[in-house]
């Protein structure tokens, strides 16, 4: 069984981390203070108490409420530098984080200000902590595809600061087709394109992300389960899974970890890896994220090796970073 040092030491990449989601409740307070924000929590024991989610909505809802102390390109720095620091305690080399821009313009923030204090702080962690990154931009699904389009002209000034573009938010009811046209023009534009898909949403949600919105990878995805036709496909095709387990049972997708299948996934071929999500919200890093599959699942030291590895293998940098990162 695979123990916390040996998880530690393994070279692992993140592709499934939501930046707003890694905000602690202590920055949460501090951000507040400074910006003259009453939050309507007395104290982040009170906060902590609030994360007791039923699904992926319950959850959501108390996420973007959380999002409104930021608002200066500081507090998206001090945000994103938070989160490099635990990737550094914790062995992580590179990370394709997102952002949820509309999250913030919506309410009065610029592009400019959230990128410029994201993309500092990227930079910093390169320079400083020799994490790379590449920025994936977010489309609220919940919103509309028009909506959508006008956040991809705001960013179109900052292509040079991320990579690609991905979907968030609310999927039942929000399918992959809605985004066809704007994930069309971002690959024009060269960006790399993912989804969230399956996570509470049908197979039909998998297949309309890979063959609409023409997505590398799929984010969450654990309902593959529902059809061998689609895990026959994903493990032929080679389409790596970023699975979050802490978040799949904190919104109850499995009541408990001795239910996941990321292992199964792993033992047919799939190019699973295994990614926090949203940490503050669900419990652990990435680190933890590993342990619990360590504690819950018995995953041993070659399954952990293994899904470290297809982390570095799904992650979109080159074959020459890959090789010196495997
Ligand atoms: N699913 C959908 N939207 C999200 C998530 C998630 O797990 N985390 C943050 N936004
Ligand atoms: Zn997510």
Redesign the pocket.
């Known amino acids: 069984r695979a123990d916390e040092a040996f998880l530690r030491a393994l070279p692992k990449t993140e592709l499934h981390l939501?930046l707003?989601?890694s905000l602690e409740p202590e920055l949460m307070f501090e951000l507040a203070a400074r910006n003259g924000i009453q939050l309507p929590y007395q104290d982040v024991d009170q906060i902590r108490q609030a994360y007791n989610f039923t699904n992926?909505q319950s959850?959501?809802d108390i996420?973007y409420q959380c999002a409104d102390v930021l608002r200066t390109e500081q507090d998206f720095y001090d945000l994103t530098w938070a989160y490099l620091q635990r990737c550094h305690e914790e062995g992580v080399v590179h990370i394709e984080p997102?952002f949820?821009p509309q999250t913030h313009t919506d309410r009065g923030i610029a592009m400019q200000t959230v990128l410029d204090g994201i993309s500092r702080a990227l930079a910093d962690g390169h320079e400083q902590l020799g994490i790379s990154s590449g920025l994936i931009l977010?489309f609220l699904r919940h919103l509309s595809e028009e909506a959508a389009f006008a956040t991809l002209e705001q960013a179109i000034p900052y292509l040079h600061v991320f990579i690609g573009v991905g979907l968030?938010?609310?999927?039942l009811g929000n399918p992959p087709e809605k985004f066809a046209k704007v994930f069309a023009a971002a690959a024009e534009l060269g960006l790399h394109r993912v989804a969230?898909a399956g996570?509470e949403g049908p197979i039909a949600y998998i297949e309309g992300a890979l063959d609409v919105l023409n997505v590398e990878r799929i984010?969450?995805g654990v309902r593959c389960t529902d059809s061998e036709a689609m895990m026959t496909r994903l493990a032929a095709e080679g389409i790596p899974l970023t699975v979050?387990p802490l978040?799949n049972t904190r919104?109850k997708v499995y009541q408990h970890m001795s239910e996941h299948p990321i292992l199964e996934l792993l033992q047919r071929g799939l190019c699973v890896t295994v990614n926090a999500?949203?940490p503050a919200f669900f419990g652990g890093y990435l680190l933890a994220n590993y342990q619990a599959l360590a504690d819950h699942l018995g995953m041993t030291r070659g399954q952990a090796a293994q899904l470290a590895a297809n982390s570095i293998q799904a992650s979109f940098i080159t074959v020459e970073q890959k090789t010196l990162l495997l």
């Open positions: 939501h707003e989601g992926l959850f959501l996420y997102f949820d977010c968030d938010s609310s999927e969230h996570e984010d969450h979050c978040s919104l999500d949203d």
